[in-house]
């Protein structure tokens, strides 16, 4: 019974909602989804790890500036589809409710490649975030929220403007 609460694996799906910083695109959020699952391994009573692999779906907002910096038809929506591989630090505050912090690399697997016409890509291959959030853990259910900062620049056009990453993530999962 000992080792069944220090280790569990389990699902999880949510709502995104993505930002990213440039002149080019829109202020506020974008909607967007993410699913997948996790596992937590347990380090004595209040710490673990939590490594997990989320297929995540983002969609942009561009601005007017951005048909005119990059010389584009009319383009207003980007659609980016993401590997996210979080390693999270969970600290048990109370015994249902977790505070969980740590990096996060994304990879592009699906992008609008059809931005250009002559096949050359628009966004970096990765984006290397932190995180922060919490984690209400009611039996097998679990609910979270969190915040994503991206670190690095992910314009792969050229350095007119510094494209970085902000999201919100928030969910519900069931450890098994």
């Known amino acids: 019974l000992a080792m069944a609460q220090k280790f569990n694996i389990g699902v999880k799906a949510g709502a995104e909602l993505q930002k990213l910083d440039g002149q080019t695109f829109k202020e506020g959020f974008s909607f967007g989804y993410q699913l997948g699952g996790f596992a937590r391994i347990g380090i004595g009573r209040k710490f673990g790890i939590q490594p997990e692999v ?48 740590g990096p996060q690399v994304g990879v592009l697997i699906d992008n609008n490649l059809n931005l250009f016409q002559n096949g050359q890509t628009a966004f970096k291959k990765g984006d290397f975030s932190m995180l922060a959030g919490v984690q209400a853990n009611f039996a097998k259910f679990r609910v979270y929220g969190r915040y994503a900062i991206g670190l690095n620049n992910i314009n792969d056009i050229d350095n007119r403007d510094q494209w970085k990453s902000q999201s919100v993530q928030l969910g519900i999962g069931l450890a098994f």
């Open 54 to 101: 989320l297929f995540s779906q983002v969609n942009i907002d561009t601005t007017a500036s951005f048909n005119d910096v990059y010389q584009f038809n009319q383009l207003s929506k980007v659609k980016l589809g993401y590997l996210k591989i979080p390693l999270l630090l969970d600290y048990k505050m109370l015994p249902f409710l977790s505070i969980q912090a």
